[in-house]
């Protein structure tokens, strides 16, 4: 099982560790810079050094009280497992901080640098649990956090979606203690197998050059689908030259079969990669669609919360 990589020695990181970065988002609902939080306090698992690309980092934008939903979402943006989709990360979380979703950024260890499974998924475990972990200090609902992940983002947060775990209720880290299971996934052009069908720049990126084939297996998320895995919005272009649309067409498939909540959106056209569609008067449709899908899952009604 996945959780068995889990060595709760190494995950020390006290709750409320903040580290602040030089610049953040110029225009938006927060234009202040955000504070940045690392993963673990020493040392992440596996650690090839102490630079900036050894530190996975969770940056925090939170939603305008005045709107806000306290409800929040992880971001994972795609760049095959090798590098970061400018348009997949903060112009993302700004539009969730726009619907009043307090967003988290995630910066995972990458394959361009030396990183290959399981420390991505380690990063991606992590992040969520430290959301979820962080819930009331944050203002959102614990009971309320999802993932989004765009190309390979989106395979991390399938892989959240189908391989999360309840938590260790004995870790003397509370951060281990809470569940990864997101409350919704959105995937947005993911990339799913790791088969036949997949990318192979990021199957290579995060498996190596000769994979085992046992890896392979584990990490075709669509064969881990089970009616535990939480509802999905799933987008995607039929003529996607990157990213075989098969992908997210498994996917849903495995969600049918499973009976799992599921909106699909295939558009007949568009490049990879197009974050949240930009001025293409279709691609640029998705985000209103996922903000119904959202709202119809609890993520934009939810006005109070518990004190």
Known sequence: MIRKIFNPRL???????????????????????????????????????????????????????????????????????????????????????????????????????????????????????????????????????????????????????????????????????VSSRPDVALLLYPVITMGDLTHKGSQRALLGEHPDPKLIELLSNEKHVTPQTPPCFICATADDTTVPVQNSLMFAMACKENKVPFELHIFEHGKHGFGLGGKDPSLSTWPADAARFLARQGFLNRRSIAK
């Not at 090839?48 to 996975?56: A, C, Q, S, T, Y």
């Not at 989004?148 to 281990?176: K, Q, R, V, Y």
């Open 11 to 177: 995950l020390l990181l006290p709750l409320f560790a903040v580290f602040v970065i030089a610049a953040g988002p110029a225009t938006g609902p927060s234009a202040s810079s955000p504070p940045v939080f690392p993963l673990w306090a020493g040392d992440a698992p596996g650690a090839l050094g102490h630079g900036e690309n050894d530190i996975p980092t969770l940056t925090l934008y939170a939603a305008d009280p005045a709107i806000a939903t306290h409800s929040a979402i992880l971001v994972c943006p795609g760049g095959a497992y090798v590098k970061f989709g400018p348009q997949e990360g903060v112009p993302v979380c700004q539009w969730l901080n726009r619907l009043g979703i307090t967003a988290g950024l995630l910066k995972y260890r990458l394959g361009s640098h030396g990183y290959h499974y399981p420390a991505e998924f380690l990063d991606v475990q992590r992040a969520f649990r430290m959301m979820r972990a962080n819930a009331a200090t944050w203002h959102f609902d614990a009971n309320h956090v999802g993932v989004i992940g765009f190309s390979a983002g989106g395979h991390l947060a399938s892989t959240l979606a189908t391989h999360f775990d309840a938590g260790n209720p004995s870790a003397a880290d509370p951060i281990e203690r």
